[in-house]
């Protein structure tokens, strides 16, 4: 996804991810669930063992596939993932939940046309389904429909007023169309619904650099940084850096980059071109410091749909 010209392909490739893997659970209503980090343990033996065992008690217990479908979807396991959030629709066809389940599996199978659908059927069961509508929006983000992204982006804000997600995707919908001051005050307040998080740091400091506050900008880019590492994140800190002059923080945060992934070319021709710094003078930089990719007590945290 482009939110506007980009220095590198990094910024592209990590917002196309993010907007491929946003997904709209995040327990933020009863039965849709955060399918965004793949968790091994979710799909054990041991585990799928257990909430096999309930549906066999139950073969007609809608919720035990669709709490099944987010362990296997949790793991990795989309079809069959799939195959229990489809078994909980056909037992229970209002089932809006499993409906927008079924549409985040269908995302990240990158089958956008049957996401749609499905986030259709799930707002046509329930009409005041926030989480739907984020899921929505960002489809229509994603394939550039900026109207119709931003109305579902406010209706998920008039449905839930307190989500840091839709402020969050709305801004990357003001920031697309250039209304940078709109954007900053949406990610601003998702950072006050979610502090922990980085993306809303990283897109209000692209939209700080992108009107020319660039103290701003690298103090989000950082903030972003150390609540989630991404190589998105650390190049925005590394060619900000670099473009203020700041070399030997520059050359830090390209570091990171590569401890990210070691093979990013762009990465590694940057230090190539920029001078070693000292070791005081990475000693001074405590948040672009090799190997500290995290603040002290801050535990990562990614924003679903």
Not at 14 to 23: E, S, Y
Not at 131 to 142: K, M, Q, S, T
Not at 210 to 225: C, K, P, S, T, V
């Given at each position: 996804m482009r939110l506007f010209e980009s220095r590198s392909p990094a910024k592209s490739l990590?917002?196309?991810?993010?907007?491929?893997?946003?997904?709209a659970g995040c327990q933020s209503s009863q039965d849709s669930y955060d399918l965004t980090v793949v968790n091994a343990a979710a799909g054990s033996e041991a585990n799928i063992t257990s909430l096999t065992a309930a549906i066999e008690r139950n073969p007609n217990d809608a919720t035990a596939y669709n709490v099944r479908g987010t362990a296997y979807g949790q793991a990795g396991a989309l079809r069959e993932a799939l195959a229990d959030f489809t078994r909980a629709i056909e037992i229970s066809p209002y089932y809006y939940q499993a409906y927008a389940n079924r549409a985040l599996i269908h995302?990240?199978?990158?089958?956008?046309?049957?996401?749609?659908?499905?986030y259709g059927s799930a707002i046509?069961?329930?009409?005041?389904?926030?989480?739907?509508?984020?899921?929505?929006?960002?489809?229509?983000?994603?394939?550039?429909?900026?109207?119709?992204?931003l109305a579902d982006f406010n209706r998920a804000i008039e449905l839930n007023s307190v989500d840091p997600r839709a402020y969050h995707n709305r801004g990357l919908i003001f920031q697309a169309l250039g209304n940078h001051t709109a954007a900053i005050a949406d990610f601003t307040t998702a950072i006050g619904?979610?502090?922990?998080?980085?993306?809303?740091?990283?897109?209000?400091?692209?939209?700080y650099e992108?009107?020319?506050?660039?103290?701003?900008?690298?103090?989000?880019?950082?903030?972003?940084?150390r609540r989630s590492p991404s190589i998105n994140a650390w190049w925005e800190v590394a060619t900000t850096q670099e473009r203020l002059g700041r070399l030997d923080e520059a050359y830090s945060a390209y570091v990171q980059v590569l401890y990210i992934d070691p093979a990013y070319a762009p990465a590694r021709e940057a230090l190539a071109r920029l001078p070693t710094p000292t070791a005081h003078a990475i000693g001074n930089n405590p948040i672009a410091v090799p190997g500290a990719p995290a603040a002290p007590g801050v535990t990562p945290v990614i924003l679903t749909e």
């Open positions: 990590a917002f196309l991810l993010l907007g491929a893997t946003l997904l995302r990240r199978m990158s089958n956008d046309e049957a996401a749609m659908a499905d046509a069961a329930n009409p005041s389904y926030d989480v739907a509508y984020n899921g929505r929006g960002n489809i229509y983000r994603l394939r550039g429909q900026y109207d119709l992204a619904f979610a502090s922990l998080a980085g993306e809303p740091y990283l897109g209000r400091g692209q939209s992108a009107i020319g506050d660039d103290r701003a900008a690298i103090a989000d880019f950082n903030e972003a940084a």
